[in-house]
């Protein structure tokens, strides 16, 4: 498998979606780190805080489900954005299991000072690949992800 550490024959693995998934995965990570990390973003706690954008609100379980996201860990991640001052947390009146989550005016700021950057990123994260190769990817991630129909 071309790219593969010299010496180490992974070309049984040449088929296997889910381990191209994850070395791809591990790939583009890299390079946002490289490049995004000291505006102090991680590709998970941003897409939280856009999501939050999207949709004031939220209740911390019902987006851990829809980013699956273990609940331990979506606990964990949004403790750590409301203890930066990015996101608050309110127990609604109608269910006091529930937890609804707000963007606060600096975590509003945080995005918008940072969307551009993190889109644009993204949009580069995969030289390798066509404009048209990169829009049939995403097209088949979508449809393997079930978000297919769903906008981009």
């Known amino acids: ?72 860990n979506m606990a964990k991640i949004v403790r750590a954005l409301v203890d930066r001052g990015l996101v608050s947390r309110h127990v609604p009146e109608d269910d006091r299991r529930a937890i609804e989550l707000n963007l606060t005016p600096e975590g509003a700021a945080f995005v918008a000072a940072r969307e551009g950057a993190f889109f644009a990123h993204d949009d580069e994260s995969s030289p390798e690949l066509t404009d048209n190769e990169r829009e049939t990817l995403l097209g088949l991630l979508r449809k393997l992800a079930g978000t297919q129909g769903e906008t981009p």
Do not use: Y
């Open 1 to 72: 498998m071309s790219g593969a550490a010299p010496g180490v024959d992974l070309s049984r693995f040449e088929s296997s979606l889910g381990f191209l998934l994850r070395l791809s995965q591990q790939k583009i990570f890299a390079r946002f780190f490289a490049t995004l990390g000291p505006l102090d973003l991680t590709p998970g706690a941003f897409t939280i805080l856009l999501a939050l954008r999207d949709n004031p609100g939220l209740r911390q379980g019902v987006l851990a489900n829809a980013l699956m996201i273990k609940r331990a």
